[in-house]
């Protein structure tokens, strides 16, 4: 089947007034704020808080090892036990999102999520009850990205997409900023089972607004515009092809299923996409986890008068994983909107010919696209990649704390960057 031109046009859905609307309201008509807007500022906010609960252990356990008398190797046990949890639904997330829908998946994954994080300190006396508490954390969490990754599939038009998907996953890093910056002070002010009360609190309230403003693609949203369903209609999933598969026979389904999986296997594409990522979480969470115990027991710093330090690198990550989306949309749509503005064909002189001719002119406008989205995904994750694991290395072979640190902070910039790869 033949693709259909690309069209790079957005329409201005925050203000869209009607003529044929009464004045009585055309106040309303005319501040229609896009529901996909909403969506991504609900997963930013959703990844804040996952990534909260990830990060008030990392803070906490420094007091929690003096409290309970742990070893080094309980310390590593209790950090390393929500990823345990965590591997396990990552794969299954995609398929319970096709049965259940995105928005169902998310939201229980997060709700759920932050009600094990308020039960964590009453389970801090029993190591086990602990280390299945935070496994279960995982569990539930682990649904969260891939879920984010379907949902964006349905709500980002695909010239938003690089902005949209990185600001969403900024909210990880703001989440790590804030939860790093208050962490300690809370600690100070009061005691470490206030940070699993509190996280835990606002993923349950989190869980009861997206319940009531969420939807898992733009056909099911109750408040959405036409217009907009229209303009996101662009996107490639089709959710009626999905129900269709899933109103056929359940062997069937399940083979296709298999099919697919066993062809993303066998892609290039696949294995280089999962490098890449497995790249950058290797350096990543090794930083998330680890860095407040390496800040406090070998740099020597008191995490409570070093917090804007101790928040520089996941701050440096936030903006950077920003900008290099806006960048990267930026560079996909550069000049195709000129270009068909002085390609346009006036209909008073449309023929036979000149339709041919513009016809060809969009394939090659689209097989230009193809190709610029291949070089922008591929330069930005190797030039991320690359400056994060030089600066990692360098970190080996300096001496000096301020330079360590700058070290951390470049390389957490350049995997900043690398997401719009």
């Known amino acids: 089947m033949a693709r259909s031109p690309v069209d790079v046009s957005c329409p201005l859905l925050a203000h869209e007034p009607s003529s ?7 106040y309303s008509e005319s501040w229609y704020l896009p529901r996909r807007y909403i969506m991504v500022l609900l997963c930013f906010l959703g990844l804040v808080l996952c990534y909260s609960y990830r990060v008030i252990l990392s803070v906490a356990i420094i ?24 591997i396990i639904t990552q794969m299954p997330a995609g398929f ?27 389970t801090a006396s029993s190591l086990p009850l602990l280390l299945l508490c935070r496994c279960m954390t995982g569990i539930v969490e682990g649904v969260a990205y891939p879920t984010v990754h379907w949902l964006m599939a349905r709500w980002a038009h695909e010239n938003e997409r690089s902005r949209f998907v990185t600001l969403v996953w900024s909210g990880g890093y703001i989440g790590t900023v804030v939860s790093m910056y208050v962490s300690p002070l809370i600690i100070v002010r009061t005691s470490w089972p206030y940070l699993f009360y509190g996280s835990g609190a606002l993923g349950i309230l989190w869980g009861i607004i997206w319940f009531i403003m969420a939807a898992s693609s733009p056909s099911e949203h109750r408040f959405i515009r036409k217009s907009e369903v229209d303009y996101l209609s662009i996107n490639s999933v089709d959710d009626d092809h999905n129900t269709t598969l899933s109103s056929t026979s359940s062997s069937s389904s399940r083979a296709t299923g298999l099919h697919d999986f066993l062809l993303l296997l066998r892609s290039v594409h696949s294995w280089a996409i999962i490098t890449n990522h497995f790249g950058s979480n290797w350096g990543f969470y090794i930083l998330l986890t680890w860095l407040p115990t390496y800040m406090n027991n070998v740099l020597h710093f008191d995490m409570s008068k070093s917090v804007f330090l101790s928040v520089l690198p996941f701050l440096t990550m936030a903006v950077t994983s920003t900008i290099g989306g806006f960048v990267a949309d930026r560079l996909l749509t550069w000049g195709i909107a000129n270009n068909n503005s002085k390609e346009s064909i006036s209909i008073n002189t449309y023929d036979t010919h000149q339709h041919d001719q513009q016809q060809q002119r969009q394939q090659r406008q689209v097989d230009a696209l193809a190709f610029r989205k291949t070089v922008v995904r591929k330069v930005f994750g190797c030039m991320g990649l690359t400056i994060a694991a030089g600066s990692l290395v360098a970190v080996n072979y300096v001496h000096s704390a301020n330079v360590v640190v700058a070290c951390v902070i470049i390389a957490l910039g350049g995997t900043g960057l690398s997401l719009s790869g």
């Open 20 to 26: 044929s609307s009464p004045s009585s309201s055309s």
């Open 63 to 86: 007091v929690m090892n003096e409290e309970y008398g742990w070893s080094s190797e309980v310390h590593g046990l209790v950090l390393s036990s929500f990823f345990w949890g965590y």
């Open 96 to 122: 319970l999102c096709d049965k259940f829908g995105g928005k169902n998946v998310l939201g229980a994954g997060i709700a759920l999520a932050g009600a094990f994080t308020i039960i964590t300190p009453f």
